[in-house]
């Protein structure tokens, strides 16, 4: 038996060994083929707005303020609307639990390129014709102080742009969210419902201060799930961005953002160009470590807090 635990604990440990050098490799083959780069350009690679492949003049600065533009959009739409997608599938009984549940575990299970195709064919001319104009328009908002900018001059778009990819961003990070949400709100006491609503608590308050805040660490825990999801989505956003190496000039404006320029652009880039897609999708991982990060920190900072007020 003590033979067996051992030869098991190994066969984890060397799991998680070839886990973490995977990692490392990548992070190591990043690094070397964007030296080029970075002997080149050296940090100011990071700020610059340039993208020239004739003039061999590239910048990262573009890039990254599309991704961080396009994921702060879907999250703004999808953590909502997964909250209560959540609690409802979580707080009914019967075949509508299911149904509903299955039908949202299902939208992860479309490809990317579905949704890209789907938003270049109908959600583009949508917000074309439809949601930008009544947006601007009807709502007044570019009328607003602020909004003339992030709705243009006149509050009319083609329907390309950063609000419709963090659109499609959103519905594709919906499932993943949810699904962990539904779970969190499971695992809630039954115990701490009922004292609640024993108390006189609504189900309102009950899901705030109780199923909450029993279950914040989770709930964060999938909404950062959904923010690595939606940093390297690339196909999805690659149809309905716009693709222009620009800085972000309003939602309703094109750009791009890290992953789509490098399915756009890697085929067929040569020299300095790849060494400088290279060092984007550096850029990329190290967005995605650094944001894992802090939300490891966090979630402990809150498990500590949590403890130390037990």
Not at 36 to 43: A, C, V
Not at 191 to 208: N, P, Q
Not at 286 to 298: E, K, N, V
């Amino acid at each position: 038996m003590q033979r067996a635990d051992n030869t098991f604990r190994f066969f984890c440990f060397a799991c998680a060994g070839i886990a973490g050098l995977l990692m490392a490799a990548i992070f190591a083959q990043l690094l070397i083929h964007s030296t080029e780069t970075w002997e080149h350009f050296g940090l100011s690679f990071i700020w610059s707005c340039q993208w020239d492949p004739a003039q061999d003049d590239y910048g990262a600065l573009p890039h990254i303020a599309g991704t961080l533009l396009t994921t702060a959009i879907a999250l703004l739409l999808a953590i909502p609307l997964a909250f209560a997608s959540a609690l409802l599938t979580s707080e009914s009984t019967g075949w509508l639990n299911k149904v509903l549940s299955q039908c949202i575990d299902l939208l992860a299970a479309i490809p990317s390129v579905i949704y890209g195709m789907w938003g270049l064919f109908v959600l583009v001319p949508i917000m074309q014709d439809y949601v930008q104009p009544f947006l601007a328009q009807e709502m007044g908002l570019i009328h607003l102080p602020g909004c003339a900018w992030l709705l243009g001059e006149d509050g009319y778009g083609s329907g390309f742009g950063f609000l419709t990819a963090g659109m499609i961003l959103a519905l594709m990070i919906l499932p993943y969210i949810s699904a962990v949400m539904r779970d969190v709100f499971h695992l809630t006491p039954a115990m701490l419902r009922e004292s609640a609503y024993g108390l006189g608590c609504t189900r309102w308050e009950v899901t705030r201060d109780v199923v909450v805040r029993y279950g914040i660490r989770g709930i964060l825990g999938g909404i950062f799930i959904g923010m690595g999801r939606a940093l390297g989505e690339t196909m999805a956003v690659l149809f309905v961005i716009g693709n222009m190496m620009e800085l972000p000039a309003g939602l309703y404006s094109s750009g791009t953002t890290i992953a789509a320029t490098l399915a756009n652009n890697f085929a067929e880039a040569m020299g300095l160009q790849k060494s400088a897609l290279f060092a984007l999708g550096l850029l990329l991982l190290l967005m995605c470590f650094a944001i894992q990060f802090a939300s490891q920190y966090y979630l402990n900072r809150i498990s500590k807090y949590r403890s130390d007020a037990l």
